[in-house]
């Protein structure tokens, strides 16, 4: 079964994440998450979005993006494809050709990805289609909406159809 990541850069709203969880948890995705948060994750909002799901969560924290970025690049070594999300590039979610497995990278609700992460990274930065003059999707939607179209290209793997 293909392997897939979900990682939220310093995410601030609870609700957000734990939709995101509870989206990893039903697809057999791993979420990883790089603190600062803007919330605790032990609070109520957390824990009522993401409901009876956290125990079977594949969760990793981050104490940086630094820390992170050494579990990425062996990631990486092995075969994984690494995808940057954010609004601020040319390149769209249907110019995606997913692999086996795949990284989606998110940065936080309020400030997106930093741009010298976009920068040093340019060829795999991808965004979701909107209108002209539209600034950003919720991030909960974001996340599935990129993660559904890597499951699709990837047949679903282990899903039921």
């Not at 979900?6 to 995410?11: G, N, Q, R, S, Y």
């Not at 249907?94 to 990805?113: H, I, N, P, Q, R």
Request: aromatic share 8%.
């Amino acid at each position: 079964m293909a392997k897939n990541h979900i990682v939220l850069i310093e995410p601030e709203i609870p609700y957000n994440t734990g939709n995101i969880a509870r989206t990893c948890v039903v697809t057999g995705t791993a979420l990883h998450l790089v603190r600062p948060f803007g919330f605790r994750l032990t609070s109520q909002q957390i824990a009522r979005a993401g409901m009876d799901y956290w125990d079977k969560v594949d969760l990793t924290i981050w104490d940086s993006w630094q820390e992170f970025v050494e579990h990425a690049d062996a990631l990486e070594k092995a075969g994984t494809e690494v995808l940057y999300i954010e609004t601020r590039t040319p390149r769209s979610l249907g110019d995606l050709k997913a692999t086996d497995s795949v990284m989606m990278v998110f940065g936080s609700e309020s400030k997106g990805l930093p741009h010298a992460m976009m920068d040093r990274n340019q060829e795999r930065c991808m965004r979701i289609p909107m209108l002209p003059g539209s600034r950003s999707l919720n991030l909960s939607n974001s996340a599935a909406i990129v993660l559904y179209e890597v499951l699709r290209q990837q047949d679903y793997p282990g899903l039921t159809r």
